[in-house]
């Protein structure tokens, strides 16, 4: 997580959120928008940096920059980091104005793109960037982009997820364009690298750094904007990963607490597993306690844990009622995830829900669950049963991920001992000059969520019965 580096003084954020809250949430995002907009069409600088929270409308603020720079004559080019996030735009667009001609610039290779374009007349997808120089809008990963020679750069650039861009890949593109927007969430997992980067920490050209943390290096003056308002989490929520995940960026909840409901109808059979469901329903949140125990990564207990509450969310007819739906909405598996540290782990939880006759659900690490959303989630804790607490599982945005992804509520399946186990293992990473250090960092935002999770607790003692652990 890198969020404390790139935003404002603490004093100016301050003002800045009680000015934002005497507003709307609507009025406030709005505000947010206009201002971003402003200093992307009409400011001098070669850059403008807009942070976000969790579900918070980057990609709603992407697709309108672009329909406005290309409604004011502007070429742009978009810059994401999966071809899932490229396809995904690219279809905001076309669905968002289907008279402006949009470029999809993809590999050589089979099935490059999501056959849902083909549905779009206007857009036009190619793997040779000479076949899409007329059009006004082209977006691509950054991996695509930086093959591309032109001879005249674009004069706009809009950078999304920006956060998960690694510098070097930055550096790659970066004389492609004269101006860029460069949008994402500060409390998401750092770039991926697959090589060791230490030789490279505290310098300004640190390959492994993110995008935007390199930009502000070496352009601190640029504009920072945040998103104020978070569309996804409930207020049951927002307050929790806000203070825990953005000390320095908070953000609020656009909606009320009432605003959403999520109830069952089947009844409670009075199990741990139904119990900690219905906590959930009604705060939000809902921690299913398993006894303390140093266990294999793939838990078997756990793991089976995970797939009986997965279960019972469809066995009792969950509905959900929010402000997009007034009417109760059926809870279907497409609408639950389950979010884990590990692959090995994720797999195991899709071997224990095929056991059990589930299909459709989503199960997935922290990393590959980025950006999308569900009703409802449930969380296998990345220190569950562990003995010892590394980098790995401390990572602040890991946490940040698999805590932000609902609408509606999250279930955590955990051993008890998390706690005591943070307080035996304190951080021994190394410090190094130049470096600027991450706040909140892993073990104080794990206490926080632990300690809000307590009080949602339901404790279990025995074998999960009913399910045949892989």
Not at 126 to 144: G, R, W
Not at 439 to 444: I, R
Request: charged content about 20%; some cysteine; hydrophobic content about 45%.
């Amino acid at each position: 997580m890198t969020a404390a580096p790139h935003s404002a003084a603490p004093a100016q954020t301050t003002q800045a959120a009680e000015a934002s809250r005497a507003l709307s949430p609507g009025d406030a995002a709005a505000r947010a928008t206009d201002a971003i907009l402003r200093d992307t069409l009409h400011g001098t600088d070669r850059g403008v940096v807009v942070d976000s929270p969790p579900g918070a409308g980057k990609s709603t603020l992407v697709v309108r920059a672009a329909r406005e720079l290309a409604a004011a004559g502007h070429r742009l080019m978009v810059v994401a980091q999966t071809n899932a996030q490229v396809d995904d735009l690219v279809d905001r667009l076309a669905t968002a104005d289907p008279e402006l001609p949009v470029g999809r610039l993809h590999s050589s290779e089979p099935h490059p793109y999501d056959p849902v374009l083909d549905e779009h007349p206007s857009v036009v997808t190619s793997a040779k960037p000479a076949d899409l120089a007329e059009l006004n809008v082209v977006v691509s990963t950054s991996a695509k982009w930086a093959w591309v020679k032109t001879e005249e750069p674009w004069p706009y650039a809009i950078v999304d997820e920006a956060y998960q861009m690694r510098s070097d890949a930055l550096l790659a593109v970066a004389g492609l364009f004269e101006r860029a927007l460069f949008v994402g969430d500060p409390g998401q997992l750092d770039p991926f690298s697959q090589v060791g980067a230490e030789q490279w920490a505290g310098l300004s050209y640190d390959p492994s750094a993110s995008a935007v943390a390199t930009l502000l290096s070496h352009n601190p003056g640029l504009p920072q904007h945040r998103l104020p308002v978070s569309w996804r989490l409930p207020a049951s929520a927002a307050p929790l990963v806000s203070s825990a995940f953005y000390p320095f960026t908070p953000f609020r909840a656009g909606t009320e607490a009432g605003d959403r409901a999520l109830s069952f109808g089947a009844p409670s059979d009075g199990s741990a597993v139904d119990r900690v469901l219905d906590e959930a329903a009604s705060a939000g949140w809902g921690l299913l306690e398993l006894p303390e125990r140093r266990t294999p990564r793939t838990d078997p207990e756990a793991v089976a844990a995970v797939a009986q509450v997965v279960r019972r969310l469809l066995d009792r007819e969950g509905a959900a009622v929010s402000e997009r739906s007034p009417a109760p909405t059926p809870l279907t598996a497409d609408r639950i995830a389950v979010g884990t540290a590990h692959r090995d782990q994720a797999a195991a939880v899709r071997g224990a829900l095929a056991g059990l006759g589930v299909e459709g659900v989503t199960v997935d690490t922290a990393n590959r669950l980025q950006g999308r959303e569900f009703d409802v989630t449930v969380v296998l804790h990345p220190l569950s049963g562990r003995p010892d607490a590394t980098a790995f599982h401390l990572e602040t945005g890991r946490l940040c991920v698999l805590a932000s992804r609902h609408r509606h509520a999250c279930v955590v399946v955990c051993r008890a001992g998390v706690r005591e186990l943070l307080d035996e293992h304190p951080s021994t990473e190394p410090v190094q000059l130049g470096v600027e250090v991450k706040f909140p960092d892993g073990w104080e935002a794990n206490h926080a969520v632990l300690a809000h999770l307590a009080e949602h607790a339901v404790r279990w003692e025995g074998q999960v019965t009913g399910v045949r652990a892989p």
